[in-house]
């Protein structure tokens, strides 16, 4: 069982769509982070959002950390092609210093 | 290179082989750590150094996972009688100190160990 549960697994998409990832757990989180990761590739890190109810814009990126510290969204305005990518949610817990990952979501932006 | 460098980026062996996977993390960085990501899952937490220490291990799998870091810059993941079942990406990340909720991680590129 994941620590963190990231909904939908797979996303296929036209590009101009809008669309938002999920992260949900049912432990508290002292911070969480968004990573992109292409094939090949390590994830690189978009955000970090520490304070529950935390929203931050990235461009067309809008990230929103539940007010419980126990979830959070990302969500693409008008998406494009090279959105493509796998993303990740991780966290650190509240008593620990190691990031814990979601699974992932595999966002396809087709033009 | 500025980032986080991993060898080989490609590994196959045999079952009950020994490998080797090295990480050159950024310059100036004092913290790494090991990652294994798996197919169709996000990287697991194997292990962390701050300086030549590992300062939480509690990831690695078992007794045949060993990782060093003798100079505090470059680390090496050891992996004894490899088994089919560690097939996976091995992901390195340095940060400046250690990631305690705020440091950024910077990912290396992997490397792919295939265990036939």
């Known amino acids: 069982t994941q620590l963190l549960e990231q909904s939908p697994q797979f996303l296929s998409i036209q590009e101009g769509e809008n669309l938002t990832v999920y992260c949900n757990s049912s432990?508290?989180?002292?911070?969480l982070q968004w990573y992109r990761q292409e094939p090949g590739e390590g994830p690189v890190l978009l955000v970090t959002v520490v304070t529950g109810g935390e929203v931050k814009k990235l461009k067309r990126l809008t990230f929103q950390f539940g007010d419980a510290r126990k979830d959070s969204s990302l969500h693409i305005t008008a998406a494009q092609p090279g959105d493509t990518g796998l993303y990740l949610c991780a966290g650190f817990m509240e008593y620990g210093n190691k990031l814990v990952f979601g699974a992932g979501t595999i966002l396809r932006v087709k033009s | 290179g500025a980032g986080v460098s991993q060898t080989p980026s490609n590994k196959v062996t045999e079952k009950g082989k020994y490998v080797e996977l090295r990480c050159d993390p950024i310059?100036?960085?004092?913290?790494l750590y090991w990652y294994r990501q798996s197919l169709g899952q996000g990287p697991e937490f194997l292990i962390y150094f701050q300086g030549t220490g590992a300062a939480d291990d509690s990831g690695l799998p078992n007794d045949r996972f060993f990782a060093v870091r003798p100079e505090g810059s470059v680390s090496t993941l050891k992996i004894q009688r490899t088994e089919r079942g560690d097939s996976a990406v091995y992901l390195c990340a340095s940060s400046l100190t250690p990631d305690l909720g705020g440091e950024t991680q910077y990912f290396g590129p992997g490397t792919r160990l295939l265990v036939l």
């Open positions: 310059s100036g960085h004092t913290a």
């Open positions: 432990s508290v989180f002292s911070s």
